[in-house]
T-cell receptor, first 114, second 116 residues
């Protein structure tokens, strides 16, 4: 597609429920990133994919968070047993892979846990 | 360790004023990349500029200009003749080449409010 596409754009869920956030990167981009933006925490790196593998998962905050990427394209970020502190904007980004290349961000998925 | 500091939390100016957003970074790498992104109220992060550590030339794009100084580890952003549409949060970010991929470390952001 023309840009990074994320869905849903907004999600309200009850505490304890699982949620899935989807990212469709720019066509041809081999690198895909998830970031989280929450009040007081700024923009935090969560995970990096190169193709379908995730060489850097160091930013995932707990084992309730997982992500996968299939076909070197679409990625899904899953949060299990959501907690109120998971409320944030989850941003997906993609680039052509090498360090220094421009990273393009999607519009984000706004998650609210009530 | 890498770090980006944007000391200005909020800036408020009147339209047509010039405004400079400060960014100071820390890295041990000799090769690195610096970025500025704009986040308008709608929420998306809009790419503005990328600069690599070997290119210290200042850059101008319309009303926007960037001043990169390795000696002071700074990459400041100036908006000339600001407009209301410039109101947004601006983020500076750093990526180290040694990682082999773009793990961006962001500053806390500077919220710019331009008033008519």
């Amino acid at each position: 597609g023309a840009g990074v596409s994320q869905s849903p754009s907004n999600k309200v869920t009850e505490k304890g429920k699982d949620v899935e956030l989807r990212c469709d990167p720019i066509s041809g981009h081999t690198a895909l990133y998830w970031y989280r933006q929450s009040l007081g925490q700024g923009l935090e790196f969560l995970i990096y994919f190169q193709g379908n593998s995730a060489p850097d998962k160091s930013g995932l905050p707990s084992d309730r968070f997982s992500a996968e990427r299939t076909g070197g394209s679409v990625s899904t970020l899953t949060i299990q047993r959501t907690q109120q502190e998971d409320s944030a904007v989850y941003l997906c980004a993609s680039s052509s892979g090498q360090s220094g290349n421009t990273i393009y961000f999607g519009e984000g998925s706004w998650l609210t846990v009530v | 360790a890498q770090k980006v500091t944007q000391a200005q939390t909020e800036i408020s100016v009147v339209e047509k004023e010039d405004v400079t957003l400060d960014c100071v970074y820390e890295t041990r790498d000799t090769t690195y990349y610096l970025f500025w992104y704009k986040q308008p109220p709608s929420g998306e992060l809009v790419f503005l500029i990328r600069r690599n550590s070997f290119d210290e030339q200042n850059e101008i794009s319309g009303r926007y200009s960037w001043n990169f100084q390795k000696s002071t580890s700074s990459f400041n952003f100036t908006i000339t003749a600001s407009q209301v549409v410039d109101s947004a949060v601006y983020f500076c970010a750093l990526s180290e080449a040694s990682g082999g991929y773009n793990k961006l470390i962001f500053g806390a952001g500077t919220r710019l409010a331009v008033h008519p």
